[in-house]
């Protein structure tokens, strides 16, 4: 099978097949720099999508936006068929400083959101220590940030994130901080993650072989002013041994498709 490529998504107006989050004409300008021009997207529920695009390109400014951390100056974001422009418990935010509470241990850091909505402290507990265990730092329920790793604190994030048991999940590059090593394995327990939990995420990346390896589709926005340049649906049987799609032919020929399309852009 070849990547499926859909072109010129932004002519669209009839929303995806079960669109969770629907973008309509966002554009975002700082200053005198225009960030996002009339992005149109849907992002189908359940399935993962990356936006990747050359520095600059407004990847993250369209994430927040979406998560309502950010006001748009033109165009509306629907979440469940209802418009928002606020942070709301249907989308949950994994920053990529891993923003975490350094006075609080891990079972409170990942409960906090859970904490925050008034929830008893033994079902919030509960539901933490479960998030905990699933993103593999069953353990580590009574350390404090300062005594856990980047990648252990990124893990924390992620339950965190899982914990509010939110519909979206926005995720800003939250792998850049971490060593190879670790995020290939982070990469793996996403794609795990993803199947099991049945979320919607939506993931920033520059990494053109991180987001083929995880994405269901992949937005390329174009260089600033960021729009839609194309999408890209890779077609990768994930089943199996993992290392093996590093080497798969579908694989490989993707991330040279995209590779071709962006090195333009690269200085």
């Known amino acids: 099978m070849r990547a499926a490529v859909v072109r010129n998504e932004t002519v669209m107006t009839e929303p995806a097949v079960d669109a969770i989050v629907e973008v309509r004409g966002i554009s975002k300008t700082y200053g005198s720099v225009e960030a996002l021009r009339e992005i149109d997207l849907d992002f189908p529920r359940g399935k993962l999508t990356s936006l990747l695009g050359p520095s600059g390109c407004g990847k993250t400014t369209l994430l927040k936006i979406i998560a309502g951390l950010i006001e748009a100056d033109g165009g509306t974001v629907a979440v469940n068929g209802k418009k928002v422009s606020a942070p709301g418990p249907e989308r949950a935010f994994v920053f990529q400083d891993f923003a975490l509470l350094p006075w609080a241990t891990v079972l409170r850091n990942v409960a906090f959101g859970l904490e925050l909505r008034g929830t008893a402290k033994e079902e919030r507990e509960t539901t933490a220590r479960r998030y905990i265990k699933d993103v593999g730092l ?130």
């Open 138 to 267: 069953a353990g580590f329920e009574d350390k404090y940030p300062h005594e856990l790793s980047g990648g252990m604190r990124q893990r924390v994030g992620l339950a965190r994130a899982l914990c509010v048991d939110a519909d979206v999940l926005l995720l800003d590059e939250p792998f850049s901080a971490v060593d190879e090593q670790n995020r290939r394995k982070f990469q793996e327990d996403l794609i795990r993650l993803r199947t099991n939990q049945n979320k919607t995420f939506i993931f920033v990346t520059h990494s053109i072989e991180e987001a083929v390896y995880i994405s269901d589709r992949i937005v390329l926005l174009s260089p600033r002013p960021g729009r839609v340049s194309r999408i890209i649906e890779p077609q990768i049987d994930r089943s199996g041994d993992p290392d093996r799609i590093h080497r798969d032919r579908h694989y490989l020929d993707t991330v040279e498709e995209i590779w071709q399309g962006l090195k333009q852009y690269v200085e």
